[in-house]
């Protein structure tokens, strides 16, 4: 037996409590015989033995190996006194005594340590029970908040598409009016601009989890990006008659930040505002200055936040579902909006003073440095010329045949000589008979993709001595999805969908055209 096992220590007893236990046991089972001796006589042990097993149970071997030594020395007073004589008779007794008393202290450790395994794995199944039952809580309600987003995800998708599909249908059928005609196509780019909103903040909320949200910042007029935003809006308030009233106050100063990050914080505001405000009702947006920069509020008297629910307002995927601003959408909009506002330094809340009394969102920012003064506000791009791309030969890849009949349309009505491939082969197949001026192709393509065909491009051009620009048109949009892009060949990633504007602008530039590219 080891030294360790011969120190143990029962639970909750000391090492000098084990030995008093020892020391009382021995001198009560030698008081004990000393009272019964007439009965027990001449067997006087059995008492010395249960002193073993107690100082064994509650203090371990090595009290119970002071017992035996104890017990061993007294016994013998009853049998043979005086002590001081050794008899042949005293040495077995004594030895008998001793060999039976450690059989006895190892029996009761053994029991002991035993028992005290299995209290030990007992507490341990409790615990694992515990932690099981915790993790299997989360777990259920993960699955839960995963089939909740997908349903809200799935109608937030349904929605705008079930409108699209539908004027599609009547457009395509020739049956409407001159008004509407107007208003299916405004419809149709009104819920197909929803659907790329939808998708860029999911891509913002991916963005913000992997901390890859970049900003450009450069000092910016506030109210031109708040103007900006009100511009935005203001069809979707006339749409329910609410009155949109703005107030800039020309004494707030310039800030530093990124103009388009910005404006989407303000445009997420009142989207929220407009959404949750009924009809005739009224929103107001103020730009102010403040003690350490600028605030901008967007107070509405529309539904109001509960109290239980305004700790939770920029929470991602949080909506309110039992409180009054509880319903449809993602609830991405204010949780990008403190993320974006929160890397320009800046601080925003929510108040509200109750169900049916309205929100009141506030955004403050620092101010920019008084160190430059040129102040640029946020602009829209110009219409590019309808002679942006006259005579450009401009070669389009792409899978999907609705996909590469837009880019012919688009580039061939600003003057390009657009020619297309459906796959990496037969855009290398007219590669070979005429190098376009610009290469514009998808990422994803049947058999060999669009970093496969760069490589070959790339090839071919050192090969005759030249650089094919190539623009990569794609669906990837991530940080990492430009980075392999650029990395494979391509001069410029553009993620879908693209603005007619943009995809002119980019490839006017990257033939050459800067000057008859917008901005």
């Not at 089939?147 to 109608?155: G, I, R």
């Not at 020619?419 to 290398?428: D, H, I, L, N």
């Not at 990492?480 to 002119?504: F, I, Q």
Request: hydrophobic share 45%; aromatic share 6%.
């Amino acid at each position: 037996m080891s030294v360790a096992a011969a120190t143990d220590e029962a639970p909750g007893t000391g090492p000098a409590s084990g030995y008093a236990v020892a020391a009382g046991s021995v001198a009560g089972a030698a008081l004990l015989t000393e009272l019964l001796w007439p009965l027990i006589q001449p067997s006087g042990t059995p008492l010395f033995f249960a002193a073993v097993a107690i100082s064994s149970w509650f203090g371990g071997l090595g009290p119970g190996l002071l017992a035996t030594g104890l017990a061993a020395v007294v016994t013998e007073w009853f049998f043979v006194p005086p002590l001081h004589v050794v008899t042949p008779g005293m040495v077995v007794r004594g030895v008998s005594f001793v060999v039976v008393a450690l059989l006895v202290a190892s029996l009761y450790q053994r029991a002991r340590r035993s028992q005290e395994r299995a209290e030990a794995l007992a507490r341990s199944r409790q615990e694992l029970l515990v932690a099981e039952k915790a993790a299997r809580e989360i777990a259920e309600a993960a699955s839960r908040g995963k089939d909740e987003f997908l349903a809200t995800l799935s109608h937030e998708l349904r929605t705008p598409l079930n409108a699209l599909v539908g004027w599609t249908w009547w457009l395509r059928r020739g049956d409407l009016d001159d008004a509407r005609r107007v208003t299916a196509l405004e419809t149709i780019d009104r819920n197909a601009k929803a659907l790329a909103q939808l998708i860029e903040d999911l891509l913002d909320v991916s963005r913000i989890i992997t901390g890859k949200v970049r900003l450009t910042v450069r000092e910016i007029d506030l109210a031109s990006v708040i103007e900006a935003a009100v511009g935005a809006v203001q069809p979707a308030a006339s749409a329910k008659s609410i009155d949109l009233d703005l107030t800039l106050d020309p004494a707030a100063g310039a800030v530093r930040g990124d103009a388009e990050r910005l404006q989407q914080v303000v445009w997420n505001l009142l989207s929220n505002a407009i959404k949750f405000t009924p009809e005739k009702g009224r929103i107001s947006v103020r730009l102010d200055p403040a003690a350490s920069g600028v605030r901008v509020v967007v107070r509405d008297t529309g539904q109001g936040i509960v109290p239980a629910f305004l700790p939770h307002v920029f929470d991602r995927f949080s909506q309110g579902a039992d409180g009054p601003r509880g319903g449809a959408g993602l609830g991405l909009g204010l949780a990008i909006a403190r993320h974006i506002v929160e890397l320009h330094g800046g601080t925003i809340r929510a108040d509200s003073d109750g169900e049916g009394l309205g929100a009141t969102f506030s955004v403050s920012l620092p101010l920019a440095p008084p160190a430059t003064l040129g102040v640029e506000p946020a602009a829209a791009p110009p219409e590019p010329a309808s002679t942006a791309l006259q005579g450009l030969r401009v070669l389009v890849v792409d899978d999907e045949p609705t996909a590469r009949e837009w880019c012919e349309v688009t580039l061939g009505h600003y003057g390009a000589r657009v020619t297309v491939a459906g796959s990496a082969r037969e855009a290398m197949a007219l590669l070979q008979r005429e190098a376009p001026h610009v290469l514009v192709s998808d990422l994803r393509l049947p058999g060999e993709d669009g970093y496969d065909l760069i490589q070959q491009v790339r090839a071919l051009d050192s090969a005759h001595g030249r650089r094919t620009p190539a623009v990569a048109l794609t669906a990837y949009p991530r940080v990492e999805d430009r980075s392999r892009a650029l990395d494979a060949g391509y001069d410029a990633h553009v993620p879908k969908p693209v603005a007619v504007t943009e995809l002119v602008a980019v490839v006017g530039l990257l033939a050459g055209r800067a000057d008859d590219a917008p901005a």
